[in-house]
């Protein structure tokens, strides 16, 4: 079965330093998404993509956070200046799914750890 | 926005069913209910979608009345490996377009021996 690749699994960074968190997804899928968990709570939406542009951001997703699709396969997502509270699990996903159905069916890879000192 | 309300937790032993209910009173006309299942430290996998009525896979049953204000994900003769969260999830419209799931809290259902 096809699947979401993340890498890396673990990150780990000092408070103020840039991290680029990378994810393919699955070849097909139009829809990309960022999520994270942090420790024992529930999984937050960050920010979807499509047709080379954000479609959609939650209020977590500042100027801080930025997404990038640089080649056909890639789409990563950047912090530029860490914080302690941003140390969480980051899942990448993506769908086939267009904006007019309702339908989604997402596809998640197995996340970065990422801690921040 | 249909907002979903399900169990915190459940217990169950193996070999018994499961049925974890979700109610979504305000779902619209054209949301789709839909299940994901989290272990610890990896992604949520969906599980099963579904409109209305009955919907069966390999993994489980999802059963939704005609009012579909709710929906029942039903696990038959579960396992050490089915402990896990259980999120239920409608689409999430925004101007046009659904480009977005929200994950509510979930339901921890952990499986004894």
């Known amino acids: 079965e096809p699947e979401v690749t993340q890498t890396p699994s673990h990150q780990v960074t000092q408070m103020g330093q840039e991290v680029i968190l990378r994810c393919v997804p699955i070849s097909n899928h139009l829809y990309f998404y960022w999520y994270r968990q942090i420790l024992g709570q529930k999984v937050e939406f960050l920010v979807s993509f499509y047709n080379n542009e954000i479609s959609e951001k939650s209020e977590i997703f500042d100027d801080q956070f930025s997404v990038e699709r640089p080649d056909g396969s890639n789409f990563t997502l950047k912090i530029r200046s860490t914080k302690l509270e941003d140390s969480a699990m980051y899942f990448c996903?993506?769908?086939?799914?267009?904006?007019?159905?309702?339908?989604?069916?997402?596809?998640f890879g197995s996340g970065t750890q990422l801690s921040v000192l | 926005l249909a907002k979903t309300t399900q169990p915190i937790s459940m217990d169950s032993y193996e070999g018994q069913e499961v049925n974890i209910t979700c109610s979504h009173n305000?779902?619209?006309?054209?949301?789709?209910i839909t299940w994901y299942q989290q272990f610890p430290s990896q992604g949520p996998r969906f599980i099963i979608q579904?409109?209305?009525t009955k919907v069966t896979n390999e993994v489980a049953s999802l059963f939704i009345p005609a009012d579909r204000k709710s929906s029942t994900l039903s696990l038959p003769r579960v396992s050490l490996s089915d402990t896990a969260v259980y999120y239920c999830?409608?689409?999430?419209?925004?101007?046009?377009?659904?480009?977005?799931?929200?994950f509510g809290a979930g339901t921890r259902l952990a499986v004894h021996p």
């Open positions: 305000n779902i619209a006309t054209n949301d789709y």
């Open positions: 999830l409608v689409g999430d419209p925004l101007g046009g377009g659904y480009n977005k799931l929200i």
């Open positions: 996903a993506s769908s086939e799914a267009l904006p007019e159905t309702t339908n989604e069916k997402l596809f």
């Open positions: 579904g409109y209305k």
